[in-house]
């Protein structure tokens, strides 16, 4: 195939319809962009569970010695750290607030922006 249809340019000035060789990058960044997006929603719901069973642990609300919360506790945990100690090692010690959590959201919120914005520009 010449390498001008490929471009949509033709010497003749007619511009051939899409084609599949022109949509198929376009739709697996897409795709990509969609799978990105729904697995950011998940660690962002994630983190927000961890922080709200931490504040019932805190607060005595729920306690550690129940095996379910602490097993739940557990695997928060283990999903979420390889997550957060990067974070934890650049920032600042700001005492018992801990705010890596915030910090990864809005990492992956600015994330899924510069996605959303390239998956719009190559559509």
């Known amino acids: 195939m010449p390498g001008w ?3 949509g340019y033709q010497p003749s000035g007619v511009v051939p319809a899409a084609g599949p060789i022109e949509k198929e990058p376009v739709l697996l960044f897409a795709t990509l962009y969609e799978i ?8 962002v719901f994630v983190v927000i569970v961890q922080f709200v069973l931490g504040l019932l642990i805190a607060f005595n609300v729920v306690n550690t010695h129940n095996q379910f919360v602490s097993a739940v506790w557990q695997a928060l945990n283990a999903i979420l750290e390889p997550l957060l100690r990067p974070i934890r090692k650049f ?3 700001t005492g018992a607030i801990d705010f890596s ?3 990864l959201i809005i990492g ?3 994330l ?3 996605l959303r914005n390239l998956a719009v520009a190559y559509s």
């Open 101 to 103: 959590p915030m910090v």
């Open 5 to 7: 249809l490929l471009l």
């Open 112 to 114: 899924g922006i510069i």
């Open 91 to 93: 920032m600042p010690s």
């Open 108 to 110: 992956l919120t600015i």
């Open 36 to 43: 990105v997006q729904y697995l950011i929603n998940i660690i």
